[in-house]
């Protein structure tokens, strides 16, 4: 008699499965959605798992009527806080598709087509960043993890004589993971105060320079604010000292896929490194980093993994974990590319032109609104300002109210020391004039 399988298919579980993905892509979230206390998803999802299991569907259930509703909806176009998320319908549909086809992608074994494939978006990437066609890296989960493989790489460049401290130099709008990265890499941050619009100028960097410092980080992009570093004085100050300019644009970045706002990165073309986060505004689902070394064999000498059951792999073949920390890998740069080659580069272009344009009829109408006073920007699509009768617990309910209700979701945050509400548009279908009449009721 046939054992009966472990793990059998459930056709229906399956279409139901299918059919939810389907009409989650077409509609997408709810706005109402949002984080639950423990004790509500306990009384959920306490007795979820048990030793006989309780069939596909009543566990998907479980996802649709209690995982979902208490998850945040970032990529609906009210999601104006932190750094949202717009993935277009080609690379939602396709990440499915990857998922069921678990291809395995941290070397060119497994995932040769895979890693072709990324590898054309990562040029894309670098041919925008003005890069010549060597450039090259991999995909990594996100911009904390590629911030930190390359400024690993960048270490690993340096051939003067070891310092007593290492040391890396960023500005004081650095992103947190700069900070993390340091503390991981036992190094020092040499923190350069930005100025009136967040942005570090080279003089400014120039005069915090010590010894040790192996890298310089630029902001293109900075979260708060939206700056971008004067890469190309950075790049200069870079060269002089011989080390590493790496540029984060995890956010910022992907204004390179626009003509007008590439302008803004001049000096990218002279960088060591640089990340951006397609999960972010480059319209493709979580989770994605591009992670591009000007010469990849700087990255590949900082990283790749060593063992005997690793020996019959071909070490002169792209594998994406020689080139970050990483080895087991999701081909998560495939839905990007997927979705640029549905779409074609000109779709990119407009969307981001779109957002940026958003971001600046948002700015004009808040600059002219009598409840409101605009602070700064747009910087990229980075917007902040204040509510002239409103802070404190009264902002916040403000907030919350708006959130709960689905209408937007708008958060405060400090700049100056000063507690500021901030919108940052990476969502084309942003709506302009919804988004103001929820703003008039800052009263
Ligand atoms: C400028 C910048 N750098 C790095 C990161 C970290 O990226 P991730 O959250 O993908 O790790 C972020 C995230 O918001 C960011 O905005």
Sequence with gaps: MAQPQPFPADESALDAILN???????????????????????AALGNAITPGGINGMRAFELFTNSIIPS???????????FVAAAPTPA???????????????????????????????LSWLASLAGWPSSAGGAFVSGGTLGNLSALHAARAAWTKDRPDRWRILC???AHSSIAAVARVMDAELVLVEADAYGRMSADAARCAMVDGVFAIVG??????????????????????????????????????????????????????SFIVDPHKWLFAPYDSCAL????????????????????????????????????????????????????????????????????SDLAREIDAAPNLELLLGPQLTVVLFKAANMKGSELADWCEVQRRSGALLCLPTKWHGEEVLRLCIVNPETNTDHVMKVLRTLN
């Design 91 to 121: 690379s939602l549909a396709f990440d499915a598709a990857l998922g069921a086809a678990e291809i395995f992608a941290g070397n060119w074994d497994g995932g040769s087509g895979a890693i072709h494939a990324e590898n054309q978006a």
């Design 219 to 272: 902001n293109a992009g900075a979260t708060n604010c939206g700056a971008v570093d004067d890469l190309e004085g950075l790049a200069t100050l870079a060269q002089e000292q011989d080390i590493w300019l790496h540029v984060d644009g995890a956010y910022g970045l992907a204004a390179l896929a626009c003509p007008e706002t590439r302008k803004v990165f001049k000096g990218i073309e002279r960088a060591d």
């Design 171 to 173: 500005s004081s709008e």
């Design 292 to 359: 591009v070394y000007r010469d990849p064999i700087k990255g590949a000498r900082a990283h790749g993994q060593q063992g005997v059951y690793l020996d019959t792999l071909d070490h002169t073949a792209w594998n994406p974990s020689d080139y970050a920390l990483q080895l087991t890998r999701r081909a998560r740069g495939l839905p990007l590319w997927f979705s640029l080659v549905t779409y074609g580069t000109q779709a990119y272009e407009q969307a981001i032109a779109k957002t940026v344009q958003i971001a």
């Design 20 to 42: 939810w993905t389907r009409d989650r892509i077409v509609n997408g979230p709810d706005p109402r959605n949002g984080a639950q206390s423990q004790a509500v998803l306990e």
């Design 71 to 81: 998850t945040r909806p970032f990529n609906h176009p009210t999601s104006l806080a």
